[in-house]
Nanobody
Framework: QVQLVESGGGLVRSGGSLGLSCTAS????????MAWYRQAPGKERELVAA???????YYANSVKGRFTISRDTAKNTAYLQMNTLKPEDTAVYYC??????WGSGYWGQGTQVTVSS
C-alpha cells in the first residue's frame, strides 16, 4: 500500500501562481511514476501532468508552458508548480501514484485550486 498526502492549493487571482505537493509513503518501490489530475465541476477527471520513474514528462496541451511537474526522490515528494493560472484551471487536483498504467494505483485526497478572474 501507498499513502499520498497532498498539500498546497487555495485561491489565487488570474495570472497568479500556486504550488502543490504530494508526499508518498509506504511501498514506494511499487509505483512507476507520479502524476497530477484535476476534475472541474461537471467534468471528467483529466490528466494534467505526469513524471515517470525514468524522468519522462507529459503535460496536457492546456497547461504546457505554464505548469511544471517535478520530484524530490529523497523526500518521496512530487510537486506541481502552476504559473499564469487561468479561471479554467479551477478544479480539484489529485495526485496519482500509478502501478503501471497512468490513473491506476493510488490517489491523494484532492486539493481545491480556485482561480478568480
Amino acid at each position: 500500500q501507498v499513502q499520498l498526502v497532498e498539500s498546497g492549493g487555495g485561491l489565487v487571482r488570474s495570472g497568479g501562481s500556486l504550488g502543490l505537493s504530494c508526499t508518498a509513503s509506504g511501498d514506494i518501490a511499487s509505483i512507476t511514476g507520479m502524476a497530477w489530475y484535476r476534475q472541474a465541476p461537471g467534468k471528467e477527471r483529466e490528466l494534467v501532468a505526469a513524471l515517470s520513474r525514468g524522468g519522462a514528462t507529459y503535460y496536457a496541451n492546456s497547461v504546457k508552458g505554464r505548469f511544471t511537474i517535478s520530484r524530490d526522490t529523497a523526500k518521496n515528494t512530487a510537486y506541481l508548480q502552476m504559473n499564469t493560472l487561468k479561471p479554467e484551471d479551477t478544479a480539484v487536483y489529485y495526485c496519482n501514484a500509478p502501478r503501471g498504467t497512468w490513473g491506476s494505483g493510488y490517489w491523494g485526497q484532492g486539493t481545491q485550486v480556485t482561480v478568480s478572474s
